[in-house]
């Protein structure tokens, strides 16, 4: 027998309590294939991708957090997926900071109300997320190459550089309407 | 050694034309080695797991393992199993009953680390005067590692569960240890009718770039971390950063539940669901169960049985809606301490419904009469 999980939690920006729970352990389930979250909510990766590119664009000072799987890694396709993320962020108007050692204080710092993991290690991703969640308002996006983190607020899952593609098109359509 | 092929694990596992062998259970951990691709097996002999190890040791010098080594204890092994999962190979060890106890510091770090190693435990007894007899107490120590725990009924559950835990530990979202316990010499030293899978098929290796930590390297961020402000300093963001990472691990056990389903067809099993009576065991207590609901249904009493194959993530959900309706509740296990009532009484309602016993310890067998009286009882 296997029984769905019900659960009326929202993954929402903080700071959520002293300590907040991990989305997991509240019913969040990770998405299905060629499916993404949308604050805990399963949605599919088009409309997820809309949400990143109008959660970006409406942002003050949104922030890319590359981790290692980008900025240190030689695999195939590491340097295109670099590429994409540079003009995903000239795009937007954002800047671009390595994976911090301290998430909350390089958010409240620099004030950062949208960030992007991207590259970062599915479980120092997740750690670092339920922090933010915790500590800051910042509004969380993470673009996962594996299975995707219900901890941000916005996760795809299995991104690689056609939904990289596919997102940078959304984000100039989207200027282009909005100029 | 014969030749094997990697294949789709699925094809394997489901639908591979098996073979019976009648073989012990410590065969049976050598059979399950053989067909998983692992790369490292280290040892240290205890009671009533030395058998089982001994033959991975004689699989090794046939060349199925790359590596294979006798270690100084429990805890020197527990610790060469962390490194050389960290190092990104697929490792497998077994110990039981003091030797859990011994390695123990080691359990928590694997869970931490997020390796995915799969031990297998042999239980028995831990306590003075020593013994060396079956006894489940060790998981009640081990329920809260962070480790995946899966409860083997018998030789075929131990068989399917080793090779199953392999490939739920190393998906990326799970990335924990499992440890596959069964019951010491009740299982590991009888011989049973088991279906293997073809000796010639094997799974496909371990893939290091799956986990969600990166293969070890010191010099690499975010590994550097460990010796890092992030996690060494004593501030705010540095208790933020263990709490969450004490969540994520209870995370990755959630997650695991959806592969739990795939692969070994959920948490529980149930027969006669929705009688009046309910039985929850794991182990060698679901086959006691099994005779006694038999004998209990001929006298016309409506009683039920609950086996409880993964013990960690719990099946909360499972067993508060099978028992929902029960008029009793019986767990009976072969420990002093009821560590399955305890966690039974911990998430139902209505909990003054669930009997704690029978038990047995010790190395003590139980009759299904034993728990035959019991149910007895509860139908009056």
Not at chain 1, 70 to 95: F, H, N, R, Y
Not at chain 2, 81 to 90: P, T
Not at chain 2, 172 to 198: A, L, N, Q, Y
Request: charged residues 25%; contains cysteine.
């Amino acid at each position: 027998m296997e029984l769905k999980k019900v659960t009326n939690y929202q993954v929402l920006p903080g700071p959520e309590g002293f300590l907040p729970p991990s989305a997991a352990s509240m019913g969040i389930d990770l998405p299905g294939k060629d499916m993404s979250l949308i604050e805990g909510r399963e949605v599919l990766e088009e409309e997820a991708m809309q949400k990143i590119a109008e959660k970006l664009l409406g942002a003050k000072n949104p922030v890319f957090f590359p981790g290692p799987q980008i900025l240190w890694t030689w695999k195939e396709g590491v340097e295109e997926k670099a590429a994409l993320i540079k003009q995903m962020a000239d795009a937007v108007g954002a800047k671009i900071i390595p994976i911090p050692n301290h998430p909350n204080l390089t958010i409240w710092h620099n004030k950062i109300d949208v960030c992007v993991f991207v590259g970062v290690h599915c479980h120092y991703a997740n750690v670092a997320l339920k922090i933010i969640r915790g500590g800051s308002n910042c509004y969380t996006i993470a673009l996962c190459g594996v299975a995707g983190h219900e901890d941000a607020m916005i996760t795809l899952r299995e991104a690689g550089v056609p939904s990289y593609k596919r997102l940078l098109e959304i984000i100039n359509e989207k200027k282009g309407v909005s100029k | 050694m014969i030749e094997q092929k990697v294949v789709d694990p699925h094809f394997m596992l489901f639908e591979a034309k098996r073979e019976k062998k009648f073989i012990t259970g410590s065969e049976v951990v050598k059979e399950a080695i053989k067909r998983a691709n692992v790369d490292m097996a280290i040892s240290y002999p205890i009671t009533p797991q030395s058998e089982s190890m001994h033959l991975v040791g004689d699989i090794y010098a046939e060349g199925y393992l790359k590596d294979y080594y006798r270690g100084e204890n429990e805890f020197a092994v527990m610790s060469a199993a962390s490194g050389a999962a960290m190092g990104g190979v697929r490792v497998f060890t077994a110990t039981g009953g003091p030797g859990t106890m011994r390695a123990f510091e080691m359990f928590p770090t694997w869970s931490g680390s997020r390796l995915p190693i799969v031990c297998a435990f042999m239980t028995r007894g831990i306590n003075s005067p020593l013994t060396i007899q079956p006894d489940t107490i060790e998981m009640s120590f081990l329920l809260d590692t962070g480790m995946l725990m899966f409860h083997a009924e018998a030789g075929q559950d131990l068989f399917d569960m080793l090779l199953k835990a392999f490939i739920i530990a190393e998906k990326t979202e799970v990335h924990v240890p499992i440890g596959v316990f069964i019951d010491g010499f009740f299982v590991t030293h009888t011989r049973e009718s088991i279906e293997i899978t073809p000796e010639d098929m094997k799974l496909p290796a371990y893939d290091p770039y799956s986990a969600p930590v990166p293969v070890m390297d010191m010099e690499n961020v975010p590994i550097r971390q460990i010796r890092d402000p992030f996690v060494m300093k004593s501030n705010f963001v540095s208790y933020a950063a263990h709490a969450s990472w004490q969540q994520e691990i209870q995370a990755a056990a959630e997650r695991s539940r959806k592969y739990i389903h795939q692969y070994l067809g959920g948490l529980v099993e149930v027969e006669n669901e929705g009688a009046d009576i309910m039985i929850v065991a794991s182990g060698t207590a679901v086959s006691q169960s099994r005779e006694a609901v038999a004998m209990a249904k001929k006298e016309g009493i409506n009683v039920g049985l609950i086996k409880v194959k993964v013990v960690r993530p719990f099946p909360t959900e499972e067993i508060r809606s099978l028992t929902k309706n029960a008029k009793a509740v019986i767990v009976p296990e072969f420990n002093i301490v009821g560590w399955l009532c305890r966690e039974i009484k911990t998430r139902i309602d209505n909990n003054e419904k669930v009997m704690g016993g029978p038990r047995v310890y010790g190395g003590m067998t139980m009759p299904p009469e034993l728990i035959l009286a019991e149910i007895r009882r509860c139908a009056k």
